[in-house]
């Protein structure tokens, strides 16, 4: 159980066009969804907390504008890179929780380029 | 504001031994979760073992254990009887609060283990 599935795996675009990430729970549901990134040889950030049904909360220094967080349904959260650039390319990765107090399971994360 | 410490940037171990990676973390939270993933190069995240700040006994789960020691604010992992098939990145990660959910995590540790 707790599978949570991300799509797609990899995408490599050109600047200025939009990505769009879906991360989905496939046997829970999740109220809460994290999105992270991690640049290479570096540890996991932060970026926001999505929540189902709200509008998701920005960690400081992430533009919301540029990350938009969708959290539709309690088991899909999706995130859109907007205007993509190369400096954002990384490899991005969301996680959902089973229940208040427990533990946090994570997709197999996305590797986005852009060139 | 929380903040974990790997302080082991990489480590080697031979197979069969067992290995202790450090975590440190500092929190004014009373109530607060420590986590350790695991991350092997395909770059998912795989929750290895959990320690509530209120449970009196280390966490133990297969092969790992998890060496609490609140009044130190270290919480070490310890991976016994290593296989090839650990080497990875390990990361020690905490959620705390108010805020319960939001992982903060360490640099993390590479280890690679050999034959």
């Known amino acids: 159980g707790a599978v949570v599935s991300q799509h797609p795996s990899w995408v490599i675009c050109k600047s200025g066009t939009s990505v769009k990430i879906e991360c989905r729970s496939l046997d829970f549901q999740a109220t809460t969804m994290f999105w992270y990134r991690q640049f290479p040889k570096q540890s996991l950030m932060l970026m926001a907390t999505?929540?189902?049904?709200?509008?998701?909360?920005?960690e400081q220094g992430v533009e919301k504008d540029k990350f938009l967080i969708n959290h539709a349904s309690l088991t899909l959260s999706t995130l859109t890179v907007t205007s993509a650039h190369p400096e954002d390319s990384s490899f991005y990765i969301c996680s959902a929780d089973t229940g208040p107090r427990d533990t946090q399971y994570f997709g197999p994360g996305t590797r986005l380029t852009v060139l | 504001a929380q903040k974990i410490t790997q302080t082991q940037p990489g480590m080697f171990v031979q197979e069969k031994e067992a290995v202790t990676l450090d975590c440190t973390y500092d929190t004014s939270d009373q109530s607060y979760g420590l986590f350790w993933y695991k991350q092997p190069s395909s770059g998912e995240m795989i929750f290895l073992i959990y320690?509530?700040?209120?449970?009196?006994q280390n966490a133990t789960e297969g092969r790992y254990s998890l060496n609490f020691q609140k009044a130190r604010k270290s919480a070490n992992l310890v991976i016994s009887a290593s296989q090839l098939g650990d080497s990875a990145m390990y990361f020690c990660?905490?959620?705390?609060?108010?805020?319960?959910?939001?992982?903060?995590f360490g640099a993390g540790t590479q280890v690679v283990v050999t034959p």
């Open positions: 320690q509530g700040s209120y449970d009196e």
């Open positions: 990660a905490m959620t705390s609060g108010g805020s319960w959910g939001k992982l903060q």
């Open positions: 999505s929540n189902e049904g709200s509008k998701a909360t920005y």
